[in-house]
């Protein structure tokens, strides 16, 4: 079945730790996307990609980074640098300019700072 | 600067009746498409219905259906004949342009509906 799987759907850091939270598609989509999503808000976007080897920041970008070395894959680095990375995280991918452009979104990855 | 309003936070209504979830929005392009999802506890985001700015009739899907007013910059979603299943978060969310490069969406805060026996 195609899907977009995240990975781990729960994880558990320290402060000052990096870590990379794992997108993969497999519904040939060319954009791909990443939402935070904390308690009591909406989705805010941090980083998405249009094209492999090509990705845009968002509204949110600081204290992450991303790789789009394949078009199925779309890694998230959630670095030391964030003041605050405690959040449900959330890809997405879509293709821009067909149908209604809904984007498709994984089932989460929920992040906690120990 | 786009915007997503949804003024509540929370909403009951009894099984079998009909819901409705408000949204308005603010954009300076002519060109956009709205969109509901749905998200359940477990997390994921479930999309239900898109309305185009150019589209002269109110989408439907199903027992959904979104009331757009154009003029009114509001796109309300309606749930008829609510189910104990329609119990969750409902997004309300804008894509501002055609969706020709990228599809991203900026988002309200939500409304969380319960539905009750």
């Known amino acids: 079945d195609g899907g977009i799987t995240q990975s781990p759907k729960y994880l558990f850091r320290k402060e000052g730790q990096n870590v990379t939270l794992s997108c993969e598609q497999n519904?040939?989509?060319?954009?791909m996307y990443w939402y935070r999503q904390d308690p009591g808000q909406g989705l805010r976007l941090i980083y998405y990609s249009q094209i492999v080897n090509d990705f845009q920041k968002g509204d949110i970008a600081e204290g992450y980074s991303v790789s789009r070395e394949k078009k199925e894959s779309f890694p998230l680095t959630v670095t030391s640098a964030q003041k605050n990375p405690t959040a449900f995280y959330l890809c997405?991918?879509?293709?821009?300019?067909?149908?209604?452009?809904?984007?498709?979104f994984g089932e989460g990855s929920r992040l906690t700072v120990l | 600067a786009q915007k997503i309003t949804q003024t509540q936070p929370g909403m009951f209504v009894q099984e079998k009746e009909a819901v409705t979830l408000d949204c308005t929005y603010d954009t300076s392009d002519q060109s956009y498409g709205l969109f509901w999802y749905k998200q359940p506890s477990s997390g994921e985001m479930i999309f239900l219905i898109y309305?185009?700015?150019?589209?002269?009739q109110n989408a439907t899907e199903g027992r959904y259906s979104l009331n757009f007013q154009k003029a009114r910059k509001s796109a309300n979603l309606v749930i008829s004949a609510s189910q104990l299943g329609d119990s969750a978060m409902y997004f309300c969310?804008?894509?501002?342009?055609?969706?020709?490069?990228?599809?991203?969406?900026?988002f309200g805060t939500g409304t969380r509906l319960q539905v009750f026996p």
């Open positions: 997405a991918s879509s293709i821009p300019g067909r149908g209604t452009g809904e984007l498709f």
């Open positions: 519904l040939n989509h060319d954009a």
């Open positions: 969310a804008m894509r501002e342009g055609g969706g020709y490069n990228t599809d991203k969406l900026i």
């Open positions: 309305q185009g700015s150019y589209d002269e």
